[in-house]
C-alpha cells in the first residue's frame, strides 16, 4: 500500500480518491477551497454524455466564430491576449479542426466515455440506492432547429444507423414520447431529434461531494483550506507536497486542480496546454413537473445543455476563451431567455441562480492521464475540459490502474502528457 496525495476536490481529483482508496493506497485529498466540488464541477450542465462526446474542435468551428463576433447568444467568444500559451493552443486547436483529427477524436472520446458510464453504473452498484445526485438515466435528447440540419441528420440515420442506443425521432414523436416538447413543437422550435437512449445526467457537485463523504468513511482524509503551493522533489522524484498550513510526504502524488493544473505543473517545469474555457449555466426551480422535460437535452442551435435535476432545471453552455471570472449577466440571461423559449411552463424564470466556471480544456479535447516522464511519482489526472463529468469515473481507473502497472481497459497513448494534442497524431 502506498499513500498518495490527490491535489484538487473537484470530480475528478474525488473520482480519483475514490478508485484509489478502492485500490488499497492510503489517500489523501488536499483541497484549496473550503468546499468539494467549488470550482468548475459546482454547477456544470449535469450530462453524462456517452452519444455526444466528440471534442469541440471541428471544420466549422473557424467559420463558426467568424460569424457569432460580436453577437451577444453567441456559442463561442474569443478574446485575443498578449499570451503565448493562448496562441500557441489556438494554433493546436486549429489542427483538430481538420475532419481527420475529428474523426480520430470522435472515435477516442466515445470509447472513453463508454468506458467511464460502466466504471460510474460499478461506483452506483457498491453504493446502493441512496446514494443519490439528482441523477437520472432517461437519456439525452439533442434538439435539431432547422429544417435543412432535420433532413440531414434523419438521411444520416436512415443509412448509418441502425442502433437502436441512438434514434432519429421526428418533432411529432418526440412531443408524443414527453409532453414536456408539445409547446416547443408547436411553435416551431425543434425540427427533429437525436436520441441518445443510454446517456444519463446528474448533479456533479452533490455527487463529489457525498463521494468525498464516502472515501472519508472508508478511511481517506479529506482536507480542505489546504492549498498546495509547491512540491517537494529529490533526485528526478516527487516524495510530497507543500501546502499553505506546511509539508505533506508521500509516495505519489496526483495532480487534478482543474484549470490550476496548468500553472502548478509549470512550477517542477512541466508544460501542459490547459486553457481555461469559461462557460455558464443558470439554474432554476420547477414549477410544474409535467412540462419538464424527463431526458436531458442539448439544444444543438446555441450549444446549450438543459438537465432536470431534481426539483430544479439547469440550461448551461457557452465557451470564452480569454475571458475574466465576471459573470455577464447579458449572457446567462440570453440562455435562460432559451430556456423559457423551450419550456415556457416549466420553472420560474425569475428566482434564477447564474454561475459561471472554467473548463480545463486541452486542444485535442483529450484528458491527461499518467506519470510525468521527467519526475517520478508525481501523475496527471487533468485537463478533461467539456466533458469532466463524464469521463472522470473512467479516467480515474485508468489511473489508478495505471499506477498498479496492470493492464488498462483502453489504450492510455492518447492521453500521455508528452504527446502531440492533435487528435490521431500520437508523438
Ligand atoms: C458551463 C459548463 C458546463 C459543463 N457541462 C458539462 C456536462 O454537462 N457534462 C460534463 O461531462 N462536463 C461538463 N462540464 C465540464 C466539467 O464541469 C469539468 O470538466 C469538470 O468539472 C472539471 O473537473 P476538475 O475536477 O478537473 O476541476 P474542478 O472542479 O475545477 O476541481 C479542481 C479543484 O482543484 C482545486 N485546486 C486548484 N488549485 C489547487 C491547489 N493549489 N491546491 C489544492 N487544491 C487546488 C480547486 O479549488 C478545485 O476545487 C461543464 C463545464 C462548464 C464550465
Redesign the pocket.
Given at each position: 500500500m502506498s499513500r498518495v496525495i490527490v491535489?484538487?476536490?473537484?470530480?475528478?481529483?474525488v473520482t480519483s480518491a475514490w478508485a484509489l482508496l478502492n485500490d488499497g493506497h492510503e489517500v489523501i485529498l488536499?483541497?484549496?477551497?473550503q468546499d468539494i466540488?467549488?470550482?468548475?464541477?459546482y454547477a456544470?450542465?449535469?450530462?453524462?454524455?456517452v452519444s455526444d462526446s466528440a471534442p469541440w474542435a471541428a471544420p466549422s468551428v473557424p467559420f463558426k466564430l467568424l460569424r457569432w463576433l460580436g453577437r451577444k447568444d453567441a456559442p463561442f467568444r474569443l478574446r485575443l491576449r498578449l499570451d503565448i500559451a493562448q496562441w500557441h493552443w489556438l494554433y493546436l486547436f486549429l489542427l483538430n479542426c481538420r475532419g481527420q483529427a475529428l474523426s480520430a477524436g470522435t472515435e477516442r472520446n466515445l470509447h472513453l466515455a463508454t468506458y467511464s458510464l460502466s466504471c460510474l453504473q460499478q461506483t452506483r452498484s457498491i453504493l446502493g440506492n441512496d446514494f443519490s445526485y439528482d441523477d437520472s438515466q432517461s437519456g439525452i435528447v439533442r434538439l435539431i432547429s432547422t429544417q435543412k440540419e432535420a433532413d440531414a441528420a434523419r438521411d444520416y440515420f436512415a443509412k448509418h444507423h441502425q442502433d437502436k442506443k441512438i434514434v432519429w425521432m421526428e418533432p411529432s414523436e418526440l412531443a408524443a414520447k414527453d409532453t414536456a416538447f408539445r409547446s416547443a413543437v408547436e411553435s416551431n422550435l425543434i425540427a427533429g431529434a437525436v436520441m441518445g437512449a443510454t446517456d444519463e445526467s446528474g448533479d456533479?457537485r452533490i455527487f463529489a461531494t457525498k463521494l468525498a463523504t464516502e472515501v472519508e468513511n472508508r478511511g481517506g482524509e479529506i482536507r480542505t483550506n489546504?492549498?498546495?503551493t509547491d512540491f517537494i522533489s529529490h533526485n528526478g522524484y516527487v516524495q510530497g507536497v507543500t501546502t499553505e498550513h506546511g509539508d505533506l510526504l508521500a509516495d505519489r502524488v496526483v495532480l487534478?486542480?482543474?484549470?490550476?493544473s496548468r500553472a502548478?505543473a509549470k512550477k517542477i517545469g512541466i508544460t501542459i496546454p490547459i486553457l481555461p474555457i469559461k462557460?455558464?449555466?443558470v439554474t432554476v426551480p420547477i414549477t410544474d413537473e409535467r412540462n419538464v422535460p424527463i431526458a436531458s437535452c442539448t439544444d444543438l442551435k446555441h450549444r446549450l445543455?438543459i438537465s432536470r435535476l431534481g426539483s430544479r432545471l439547469r440550461v448551461?453552455?457557452f465557451a470564452e476563451i480569454g475571458s475574466d471570472d465576471a459573470c455577464d449577466a447579458g449572457r446567462a440571461a440570453a440562455a435562460r431567455d432559451r430556456l423559457e423559449e423551450l419550456f415556457p411552463e416549466a420553472a420560474d424564470y425569475h428566482l434564477f441562480e447564474n454561475w459561471t466556471?472554467?473548463?480545463?480544456m486541452t486542444p485535442d479535447g483529450a484528458p491527461i492521464i499518467g506519470e510525468a516522464e521527467t519526475l517520478k511519482n508525481l501523475w496527471f489526472n487533468?485537463g478533461?475540459?467539456?466533458?469532466?463529468?463524464?469521463?472522470s469515473h473512467g479516467t480515474a481507473q485508468l489511473l489508478t490502474d495505471m499506477m498498479a502497472e496492470r493492464k488498462t481497459a483502453l489504450d492510455v497513448k492518447p492521453y500521455k502528457i508528452k504527446r502531440s494534442y492533435v487528435s490521431g497524431r500520437l508523438g
Open positions: 491535489i484538487g476536490g473537484g470530480i475528478v481529483g488536499l483541497e484549496a477551497g466540488a467549488g470550482q468548475t464541477s456544470n450542465g449535469g450530462q453524462i454524455a456533479a489546504c492549498r498546495v487534478s486542480s482543474g484549470v490550476a502548478l462557460g455558464y449555466s445543455v448551461a453552455g466556471g472554467f473548463r480545463p487533468t478533461h475540459g467539456t466533458l469532466g463529468w463524464t469521463l
